[in-house]
């Protein structure tokens, strides 16, 4: 029997991504097709590096070709990627903006931004991040990078700013700008001058992802940053207390406003519940159980996890060393499913939104 490229596209037209309801040849996922005898070999381009269901569809594509054609043949698959956009962010080589809010402080936004940023890269997207906390930036401290300064040149008129690298993600923050010891007080139109700096004249390069830290609350920044950039979505951190949800629903509300409409990715518990190092698998929920899955549904949107409190996030953090570095186990895993589930419906929204037409450029 002589394989031919038609085959395979058809057996494998039977298969669909389960995300986005559609089958793989369909949306062009299907490329670089060869064919040696009874050897197949093909690429599967998938719409994130941390697409959760990589192993699903690698052994969907496996299943179809051996019972559409023949069990004989020698399969290869290549799981890679391209990351989809949707729009132009505004930002260039920038494919998707994720800003990361919450209505009231403190309840570890820039701890969930910091490990999704480096979730994210750890399944090799190329990630940037961005803090946009005028009044009290985290980066410097989380990334231990306390003084730095990035490099800036001037070019044709215009300064180029150089994100600093660390931990393979790039970063900027407005606390690379600032003396922490003499605090300016920062009036509105240079607070959104600073802030529109970050995004404008810093050289990200080629980004699949750009994470922003927003300061708590709804202030001037949100709306800055909301309404220069088209956001691809907002990434909601919320504690289980109802104070603090009743703070994210305003949070949430004013990114749903009509002059805002930021499409909420989802919403993400942290401090869940304590677990003791010495008893890692007891959960003890001292601040209430299911308050951000209450909040996801309330708002319509998917609820992307817990986050437990552990004493290794605020001693990394301090340290200079984000969780998702440590290979602690629980955090680990916890954020880089967080970092997943994010990039699972950032793919999604890109695909209805280009009416899955492009969804891998052909
Ligand atoms: N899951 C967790 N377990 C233990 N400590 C945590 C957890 N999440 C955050 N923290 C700690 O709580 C403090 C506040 O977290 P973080 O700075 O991330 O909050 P934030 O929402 O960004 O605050 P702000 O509103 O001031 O910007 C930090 O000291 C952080 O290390
Ligand atoms: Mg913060």
Redesign the pocket.
């Known amino acids: 029997m002589q394989l031919s490229q038609e085959q395979v596209l058809q057996a494998l037209s039977n298969v669909e991504e389960p995300d986005l309801k559609k089958d793989l040849v369909t949306l062009n996922m299907i490329q670089d097709i060869h064919i040696d005898g009874n050897k197949l070999s093909f690429s599967v381009i998938l719409t994130t590096p941390a697409c959760p269901l990589k192993g699903l569809i690698e052994n969907a594509c496996r299943n179809a070709i051996s019972h559409f054609i023949s069990p004989e043949i020698e399969v290869s698959v290549n799981m890679t990627s391209r990351v989809t956009t949707q729009k132009n962010t505004g930002v260039p080589g920038v494919k998707n903006i994720i800003a990361v809010a919450?209505g009231?402080?403190?309840?570890?936004?820039?701890?969930?931004?910091?490990n999704l940023a480096l979730g994210l890269s750890a399944l090799g997207a190329k990630v940037g991040l961005i803090d946009a906390?005028i009044y009290?930036p985290?980066v410097p401290i989380m990334f231990g990078l306390e003084g730095a300064r990035p490099r800036a040149s001037q070019e044709n008129g215009k300064t180029r700013i150089e994100p600093i690298e660390k931990y393979g993600i790039k970063l900027l923050s407005i606390g690379f700008f600032t003396d922490p010891n003499q605090p300016v007080p920062w009036r509105g139109p240079m607070v959104s001058t600073a802030v529109k700096q970050l995004f404008n004249d810093a050289d990200w390069g080629d980004l699949d992802y750009l994470v922003v830290?927003l300061?708590?609350g709804t202030g001037d920044i949100h709306i800055t940053v909301t309404q220069s950039f088209p956001i691809t979505g907002a990434v909601i951190?919320t504690t289980p207390q109802d104070v603090a949800l009743a703070d994210a629903k305003k949070g949430v509300g004013m990114l749903m406003m009509e002059s805002i409409n930021v499409p909420i990715l989802g919403v993400i518990e942290?401090?869940s519940y304590f677990t003791p190092a010495e008893l890692p698998d007891n959960k003890y929920y001292i601040f209430g159980q299911g308050g951000g899955l209450k909040l996801a549904n309330l708002v319509g949107a998917p609820f992307l996890g817990e986050?437990?409190?552990?004493?290794?996030?605020?001693?990394s953090?301090?340290a200079g060393t984000p969780v998702v570095l440590n290979g602690d186990g629980i955090m680990d895993v916890a954020f880089k499913n967080i970092a997943e589930r994010v990039a699972q419906q950032i793919s999604i929204n890109n695909a209805k939104a280009t009416n899955y037409a492009d969804v891998i450029n052909r």
Do not use: F
């Open positions: 919450s009231k402080g403190g309840v570890g936004k820039s701890t969930v931004a910091a906390d009290g985290s830290d300061p708590p951190v942290n401090m986050i437990p409190l552990v004493k290794s996030i605020s001693e953090g301090d």
